[in-house]
Structure formats: C-alpha cells, structure tokens
C-alpha cells in the first residue's frame, strides 16, 4: 500500500542525505535500556521505536543514509542490517561512536555530524536530512524537504505544539507569518506559550534539513567556541535564528484533521501511554521494512486476568488470575499466577520500578529478585508460588 514509486528517489530526494542520530541511551526508560539503546527498544509486537522514522525514510525513497550509533549498538546494529539494509541501493551506513569518535564518542548530536564529516563529504549531498531515532511519528520527508527548498532558508526546523508544561525537554520557538523563526529556547524552564494557545507551546522535533555547505561552516565555527556543546540545539539553531535563515516547518494535521501524531516515548509513561494509543487503534500509518509484514500492535488480552491500561513486551507473558494496572511487563518477562500489580504503590515500590505517573514497570530480575527474598523471608513457604494472591 505504501511501496515507493521508482522515480520518487530521482524526483524528490536526491542530493539530500538522510542522517540517524540513532545513540542516545535513553536513561530515563530504566531498565528497559539497560542492555540496548532507546531506538532499539521494543515497542508492539513485531517492531522496534526505530522502525518509525527508518519507515519513513523507506517511504521517501532515500537511497543512501548514515546511521550514527553509540550506546549499546548491538541489537540495534542487527536490527538494522536485518530489517533495513536492502532498502537502500547505495547503502546503509552504520557509523559507530566508539570507534569513528577516537574513542571518546559523540560528544552531542552536532557532533556526530562533525566526526563522520568526511564521510558525508565524500557522498557529497545539496542538503543533509537530521533525523530522531527514538521518537514516535508518521512523516512525510520529502514534504518538509521541498518546503525548506522552496524557503530558501539554510536551515528548517520541523516541529509541532506539545502541552506547554510538558516542552521544557525541548527546544521551543516561536514563529513569524512566513513560518520564520524568530524565537528559540532550548529545553526552558518556562516555555513560551503560542500565539492564541496558553497552553500550548511550539516545540522542536529534533528533525532538521541543512544546505550542507552552509551546515559544514556553521559547525566549523560552532566547535572553535570554549563553551559549544557540540549539540544542534544549543548551538547550531541559535546561529541559524541569528542570521535569519531559519525556516520552521509544521508537522502537518492528519487526513482526519486531528493534529499529526508525534510522541517523546522517553519515559517510562510516555511510552506505556503511546503503546496504549496503538492498542486502541493505530494513530499513524504503522511501520514496514522492505519485503517483510507490517509491525503490528501487541495483543493485551487475556481470558483469565485482568489487564488494565498495561503492556506486555514481546515475549512476555502473564499469569492466571492477575491483576495488572498501569504496568509494564518486560520483554521475556513471566507473570506468575495471581500476582496484583499497581493497586498497592508501597508494595510494588518495593519491588519493582514504579514512577511518579503511576507506572509499574516489571522484568525477570525484578520478580527473581522479589521471590529471593520472600523465600529468605518466610523459608518454610519457599513451595508456594512467590506472588501477591489477588485474594490477599
């Protein structure tokens, strides 16, 4: 249904460089990255966060792009040599921190551009396509990419409003008539409210298209400064906003006119919220790779227990009898029989990760750890299951 046409590539993407800021740990989902990095997180049944943007990408017609790993890359190294490497006829290059960055790695998101800077000159693009590998979106590429060559800005900057209360992790900016940027904050701890919307703010989604020749200088002169943080938001936006070639470019509304669909899955409630969104009937157009079936939502279903408002990671499974509420059970993760998770706040802080928002999140480690020491606690019922009855 969305194969690309043949001349796509040809008429709209070339000389433009897709590059995957794909290294971020992704420490605020915990355990969940504790042994790969956040782009390669689960997220539904047969599909990895990834797999959103690398879907669009496929989709545009790309046919060459640059993928800057770090953190953890293994999975995500086989994942996308796996899923996604055939779809690009002049390949797919995965650039690894540790091993490009003299050991040291990215020092920030600028910077993993500056350390593969002979690389991407030796592809030579017009224009370099930044892109967010641990986001949640349906996008159209090549519509942000003809509407910053139509701008004739050197820079354009998608984005899209968020609860104001919520953008103090983004990059916030403010608009003229002509979709210029005439303001730009980086993650404020008030941000500014849109115009006509108190309570909403206008937020970055860390997906950029730079004239490359006018990228390449401004990073030159963004990393000779003693204070650069070698990051795009905090250097290489206000440089672009100072010389006002900064175009803004909206996520656009969904064909059934709802605002485009666009989630921060960072935290451990953002992303059990968006899998729920999914659950519930899929938002956005659901990720595909090349010659293999879409990702699908995951089945939170269960005949004997009672499943609420909770997620269940591949591999996992639950019990007969429980109760889970606001929970999140890890890939590979078993439920035993009668367990009660996200009624009693105390009883699961003790043995599992639980948030502020009311999320409960539950691996091996946590339910081995917990029926150790129930057993060193009450030695003589180390026979009976090591859970908390629902009938308790």
């Known amino acids: 249904m969305f194969d690309v046409p043949a001349t796509l590539s040809d008429n709209l993407t070339k000389g433009c460089l897709p590059f995957l800021l794909a290294g971020g740990q992704g420490s605020r989902l915990h355990e969940l990255t504790a042994h790969e990095c956040k782009p390669a997180v689960h997220f539904a049944d047969a599909g990895r966060i990834v797999d959103f943007v690398m879907s669009g990408v ?3 017609g790309f046919d060459e792009m640059l993928v800057a790993t770090q953190y953890k890359p293994n999975t995500l190294t086989r994942h996308m040599k796996t899923a996604w490497a055939g779809g690009f006829a002049k390949g797919l290059h995965l650039r690894d921190g540790a091993k490009i960055a003299n050991q040291q790695g990215y ?85 500014a409210a849109m115009s006509g919307r108190s309570d909403m703010a206008l937020a970055s989604m860390g997906i950029y298209v730079f004239d490359w020749e006018w990228l390449r200088d401004a990073m030159m002169e963004a990393f000779k400064r003693e204070d650069t943080s070698h990051d795009f938001g905090h250097d290489i936006m206000p440089m672009a906003l100072a010389q006002d070639t900064l175009n803004v470019y909206a996520l656009p509304d969904s064909d059934d006119g709802n605002p485009g669909y666009w989630r921060d899955v960072g935290t451990l409630d953002a992303y059990r919220l968006a899998l729920l969104d999914f659950e519930n009937g899929s938002p956005i157009r659901l990720p595909k790779a090349p010659g293999q079936a879409y990702f699908k939502p995951a089945d939170m279903t269960s005949a004997s227990s009672t499943i609420e408002e909770s997620v269940v990671l591949p ?25 009660v ?44 299951p090591h859970s908390h009855f629902a009938s308790q």
Not at 345 to 357: I, N, S, V
Request: with cysteine.
């Open 315 to 339: 591999g996992a499974s639950v019990g007969s009898n429980c109760r889970l509420s606001k929970t999140i059970v890890g890939a590979g993760t078993e439920v035993p029989s009668g367990l």
């Open 107 to 191: 020092r920030g998101t600028a910077d993993a551009v500056m350390a593969n800077l002979a690389e991407v000159d030796r592809i030579n693009p017009k224009e370099v396509l930044i892109l967010a590998a641990d986001h949640v979106y349906d996008m159209d590429f090549t519509a942000m990419l003809e509407a910053h060559r139509a701008s004739g800005a050197m820079a354009t900057l998608a984005a899209t409003p968020v609860p104001r209360m919520e953008a103090t992790g983004f990059g916030v900016l403010a608009i003229n008539g002509s979709n210029r940027c005439v303001e730009f904050a980086e993650k404020p701890k008030d941000p």
């Open 341 to 384: 998770i996200g009624e009693d706040h105390d009883e699961d802080a003790r043995w599992f990760r639980r948030t502020d928002g009311g999320t409960t999140l539950v691996t091996s480690e946590m339910l081995a750890r917990r029926a150790d020491q129930r057993t060193l606690m009450h030695p003589m019922s180390s026979q009976r």
């Open 58 to 60: 496929h989709r545009a």
